[in-house]
């Protein structure tokens, strides 16, 4: 049995402490955040003062990146310490003997449940033994656990941006211009279903359509008309002009 | 029984033609298109001559956006003549007494097979006689059928836009990053079906995570410095700016 203490209750320590909680594998010790908030949906013991932290075989540091730089506080900690981060470096962890990353690759959001089954966790550690304890946690709530270092994780971290921060936005693009027209956006779904589809049994690359990569000159005027927020515009032109660049000289 | 003529051999004609000739409720006549090649994946008889187009209930017009203005050819077609064209009104088939809309809303690629039964199509046609017949071509091949005029037409053809080919390019985009650094793409495929599910379930505007609504200006940079691309980083850029832009009075 892993002894686990979750450190931080925002959207992935929440997340994790529940998971976790379940699994037959890991015996969830402490949550610790600095209010001492409960986490929902979970009946983890929590505690806020860095003093009262149990001893565990593993420590997930879910923090916000922005504060993992500075753990002077945790020096502490025994056993191995890691962080969720897909941005951030496992050497910020330097100060600890044993450290790695234990990253899931997900958008996470409190109030909707997540699949952790088939969610991919990225894993890296200092040390073979490090290692193999992550690979065991990792596999206690995940089928599909992934060892990368640090550089493919940080690029992992900016393709994730790309195909979901972005993407998601565009979906935000369309649902607002139906709004406006009184559209039902439901209308859309079977056509954002069927884009998914065919990038998963194709590659993106290979099922580009539309107006832009047509050259259509005429359409493209015809939805800039259309467009009402000067800001819409600007991020069709500049995606129209994206996609001419990129498919250019195949064109 | 529906006697129905497909003109063009363009993406969306072949399907149709496809979908049409196993249809028990349309027969399918004919197929024009300017070079009298075969249809794909079709026995339908292909003519190229416009005076041996045969007389029929329905004549789909097919052909690109840019094609449809200038039809004279086709004057002396009799019955409903319909174009398919998302971003096109209705009134460019004007000469023709009875005349409407037929817009499947997908993206088609000749090589990639479309299910037709959950594929929204937007129909609109001039008269009450004529929509009645279009509307039951449309049921004939969909359970999903929506009456909408051209001005909602047009705006649904850019939503698309967006929630397709611009989606579809942020894909591109992440498999390029994953390709540059050595990294399975694959593992990006559950985050992205996961998008898809919290969207058909939930509002886009409200599953918005990432650095950029965050204001996490230190993974952004990090990001940038990872993007080796001049064009990358400037798309990057914009839409971060965009969402920030976007979600700036609820931050």
Known sequence: ????????NGNVACHLCSVFEKSNQVLLVQ????????????????????NEIRSADIYIIAFGDNSLHNLSN?????????????????????????????YPLQSFKKEIPVNFNDLPIAIEANSSFCEKLLLNLAKSISKKVYSINSKQRKALHVAAVFANNFSNFMYTQALDICNEHQIDFSILKPLIEETIIKIVSNSPKDTQTGPAIRKDSLTIQKHLDILHSEKQKKLYQHLTLAIQDYYGKEL
């Open 1 to 8: 049995m892993i002894e686990l203490v979750i450190l931080g």
């Open 31 to 50: 949550n610790y955040n600095r209010r001492g908030m409960q986490i929902p949906n979970c009946n983890v013991p929590v505690v806020h003062k860095v």
């Open 74 to 102: 945790f020096k502490t900690l025994k056993g191995l310490v890691v962080h969720t981060s897909g941005a951030t470096n496992m050497n910020v962890l330097n100060t600890f003997k044993n450290r790695g990353v234990f």
